[in-house]
């Protein structure tokens, strides 16, 4: 793998280059935007038309990163899979519900906008009784469902075990980390949205990466909340 030059170095080079001839504003503005890439405040740039997006477990903690992450991609579908307020554990923590509904309705907002299909599969702790009045294009789902998207076949489930069932071309799970991202002997995949975000684009036949923000993982196994 590539290092990344050390800081210093990576800023005047950056500067030398701002600098150096006319347009010194859209080079400004594109370091600006690196630099915000670099510090791990906003994912890179991705062209998300036609493609899904898939996610999963994602605590409160980055429903921020992610608002910018649908901002820069813009996916023509989002696929959840599942333990919406990944940081509340509603189920271990039932008394929690209130805090649950606040955090469910804001990630729900984040994830609409005009013109996307956003599916979610509950997971262990979620609620269907606590999500708000969702529009048409918003589906939820329990256990595992089968769906067309983008001209492909689709299975989404919280669970591995649910996905193996009946798997398709692309499988799609979170949940834990006991069943890890794979393609089959037939080219199917079976993805797990803990990893990472990851954007399909079926046509293309080609996924890519967006890692999620730092310290999501201790987010979702609630280490601030346990140090309190």
Known sequence: MKERPPLKSYLLSKFRQI???????LRLAKFADDSFVRLGYL????????????ISDTPTTMYGYLARTL????????????DLADDIKL????????????????LINILLAPHRRVLIVLGNHD???LLPSLPAECSVHEGAVDVKLSGANFRISHYAEKIMEKPV???L??????????????????????????LIDPG????KMLVYPRCTDGARMMRAYRSK
Request: charged share 30%.
């Open 19 to 25: 600098f150096a001839g006319t347009d010194i504003k």
């Open 43 to 54: 994912p890179e740039k991705m062209d998300g038309l036609g493609k899904i997006l898939h």
């Open 71 to 82: 901002r820069r991609v813009s996916p023509s579908v989002v696929v959840h899979t599942g």
């Open 91 to 106: 189920g271990l923590y039932p008394t929690e519900s209130g805090r649950y509904a606040n955090a469910a309705r804001k």
């Open 127 to 129: 609620r269907a009784d």
């Open 169 to 171: 071309q692309y499988n």
């Open 173 to 198: 799970f979170g949940h834990d980390l006991s069943s890890r991202s794979f393609v089959d002997g037939e080219g199917r995949y079976f993805l797990n949205g803990i990893e990472m975000m990851r």
């Open 204 to 207: 293309a036949d080609e996924i």
